[in-house]
Every structure is written in C-alpha cells, then in structure tokens.
C-alpha cells in the first residue's frame, strides 16, 4: 500500500545553472463514480508524492490529468472507473497513478484499482458480490442483509473503504493532505466515496472519506460526487438517483525557484513557498525544465 515519502530529503542543486535539478512531485489518478442499486461507494485515485525526480534541463515533460469516472446512466449498473494520471519524459521513471475503482451496484462486483495505487470500489448491498481490490487499499464489502442492505465504502488513498452492514453504508476510505504542495489551507486527496443503503435515512448513509463523495438513501437521494481535481470517490446511490461522480485528478511540481523555467501549457497559476515554487496541473499539459 501507498505511503508518504520523506520530503525534502535531497537536494536541489545552487539553482538556476545549466544541470540537471531536482523536483518534489505529487500525481493523484481520477477518482471513479460510485454505483447504483443500494451501491457501494466508488474508489479514489492512486496516490504517488515523493522527492528527488532529477529533470533534465531544456527537456520537455508530459502531463497528463486523469478524469473522474462519470455516473452510471441507468439504474442497477457500477461505477466507472476513473483515469490514470501520468508524469513522463526525459530520463525519469514514468510516474502513474492509476484511476480508481467503480462502485458496485447490486448485481455486479466493485471493480478493482488500476495499476499503481488504484483503490477499489466498495460492494453492493444485497448481494453476495465482492469489494473492489486496490493496488492501492480495497473497497468495503457489504452485508447481504435487510433492513439497510448497506453499500461498502470506497477504498480511499490512505485506507480501505469501511464495510457496509445490514444497518447502514459504509464510509469511504480516508485520503491525504500533501506538505509537498499546500501552502494553506489544506486540501485532502483521493477519499473513497462512501456506500448508500436501501432507506431513506441519511443517517444510515456512508460519509465519503475526505474530499470523497456522500453516498445516497433510499429512493430520493442522489450520491455526491468526489471533489473535483482531488481524485476522490464518488458516492453510491439507491435508486432511481444516479450516483456521484469521481473527482478529476491532478498533478503538482515543487521545485526551487531559481530552477523554474516559467515555461509550461495549462499549469495552474504558480505559487510560492518560500524558495520554492509550486505548479499545479488540473488538465493535461506540460513543463519544460
């Protein structure tokens, strides 16, 4: 399982010569969208945060956003699976975080985690299917059990997603907040959306995990979705609500200023931390070191 790297353990060079230099990074996949049919809660994004990627200077690098799984279009069917987020180029190790996994419905297993830290998507109420495997941590399971037939929980970057029982869904698995890129308030990553039950209830329905999506009740309530460019999970839903959609990924670069080219395609506006330079990437693009 995933978990947080040291940060600032190496170094980054004097700044601003014709070398190499390094970078701290931070690459969350797309959360997916949780189910429909007394559901479970859909899987949040990989998470991958660590220092020491050495870029070469003057050298292009790919940027790629995960999308977030949509909602199922019609009832009793699973979530989708989110998108996998990619850091590539010259002489690094590609960095993928893969796309979480849907939420199951009541008929159909939660589906697992992509590759590289993946989470699964929580399983259905009232039925025998199983939870969603992560590369990352799993989906709650559920319990084949009236009253509630409660939905599990999405597995979460930093957790497996909670169980769902006979009396309520379960709540999606916790995320991260990331020293790395934060410079004020924080904002968690990849929560795994929570279960929805089968009454009308909001009590008995799973919270998602931070920044993930709440799950539905009964015949009224729809799922939320996960926030958008966290890579959170999407909420279950009874039905006929649909389910929450996954929350977009996203990637960030932290380097030293006096390393920053200034040259990059659809980067967020930069921010600084002290001699330190943070980007945010919240659609596809790239960085030329």
Not at 174 to 199: K, L, N, P
Request: proline share 3%.
């Amino acid at each position: 399982n995933m978990t947080q790297f040291g940060y600032r353990t190496l170094g980054f060079g004097s700044g601003g010569g014709a070398g190499p230099y390094d970078v701290e990074y931070l690459v969350v996949g797309g959360g997916a969208s949780g189910g429909r049919g007394h559901a479970g809660g859909g899987g949040a994004g990989g998470y991958l945060e660590a220092t020491g990627l050495t870029l070469t200077r003057g050298a292009a690098y790919t940027i790629t956003v995960g999308g977030g799984g949509t909602a199922p279009a019609t009832t009793d069917n699973p979530g989708n699976d989110g998108n996998n987020s990619i850091l590539s180029g010259t002489g690094i190790t590609t960095q993928t975080a893969g796309g979480g996994g849907g939420g199951a419905d009541s008929v159909n297993n939660g589906a697992d985690g992509l590759a590289n830290n993946g989470n699964g998507g929580g399983a259905g109420g009232n039925t025998t299917k199983g939870d969603g495997e992560g590369t990352g941590y799993d989906g709650g399971s559920s319990t084949y059990g009236a009253p509630e037939y409660g939905g599990g929980g999405g597995g979460g970057g930093g957790a497996v997603g909670v169980n769902g029982t006979s009396a309520a869904g379960g709540d999606g698995g916790a995320g991260f907040t990331s020293d790395i890129v934060e410079t004020g308030t924080d904002v968690t990553y990849a929560g795994g959306g929570g279960g929805a039950c089968y009454r009308d209830d909001p009590n008995d329905a799973g919270a998602g995990g931070a920044g993930g999506g709440g799950a539905g009740t009964g015949n009224n309530g729809a799922g939320v979705a996960g926030t958008a460019n966290t890579g959170s999970g999407g909420g279950g839903a009874h039905n006929p609500p649909t389910s929450g959609a996954g929350g977009s990924g996203t990637v960030f670069l932290r380097m030293l200023t006096a390393n920053y080219s200034g040259v990059e395609t659809n980067g967020e506006t930069p921010t600084t931390d002290g001699d330190y330079t943070i980007i945010q990437w919240k659609s596809t693009g790239s960085y030329t070191a």
